[in-house]
């Protein structure tokens, strides 16, 4: 395989990896976690974490990392109110020949999410804000929580210039090894018209403990927590 085709699979694994489900929102605490990652065979290391900003706001952070690319994704979540709102994110991604980096601006008082940086003119917005909507990282805060609280995983994610609907479901109960131990996860699934998403999730933990995507063009992603603290 050549250095191109190298350097675009490992850009599908960080883009992918940029939307999968990670936190949970309920009583926000700060965590550090780390993942293992396969894609099409090859093999990235995973970082996500959640830190307080104060005033009621966190900041989730990402990042994924092999030797040819790195992602960096962060988000400034406000959680003063009764559902979590984005404030803002920024994501750079750094490959063998090139760079680029964006960022989104949600604008709460006045209704609308702008881009700017490296992001094409027609996704540059304005695209108008409906309550509850969320990014890729506030959509990971939400999906844990409802999972585990039994709640409808249903959300409106605000992203690359447009507004788009998803949903998950629950899939039962299987049984899952973490650190060596054996635990029962609730697995649940969604499907985005473009890839099927599988994500275990166990009460007392807040994050996936495996993430799984399947895109209909074949590529597969794997996702399993390592450790946090």
Known sequence: MNIRNKTSMAAGLVLALATLPTVQAAELKAFNANYRAN?????????????????NRWTYSMKVQNALVQLDRSSTVDASGSQLRPVGNRETINMLVK?????????????????????????RGPVKLQAGDVDGMTLNLAIVRDALAGKPMRYRLIENGKAKPLAFTSAG???V???????????????????RMTLWVVDGIPV??????????????????????
């Open 173 to 175: 109960k299987e049984s």
């Open 39 to 55: 894609y099409n065979n090859m093999a990235a290391n995973a970082t996500m974490s959640l830190a307080p900003a104060g005033a």
């Open 208 to 229: 996936p403990v495996r993430i799984q995507q399947k895109d209909d063009d074949g590529d597969t992603i794997d996702l399993r927590l390592q450790s946090m603290r």
């Open 99 to 123: 760079k680029k980096s964006k960022q989104t601006s949600f604008d709460w008082s006045g209704g609308q999410a702008t881009w700017s940086g490296d992001v094409k003119a027609d996704r």
């Open 177 to 195: 090894t973490v650190e060596g131990k054996a635990m029962q996860a609730t697995k649940v699934t969604g499907n985005d018209g473009d890839s």
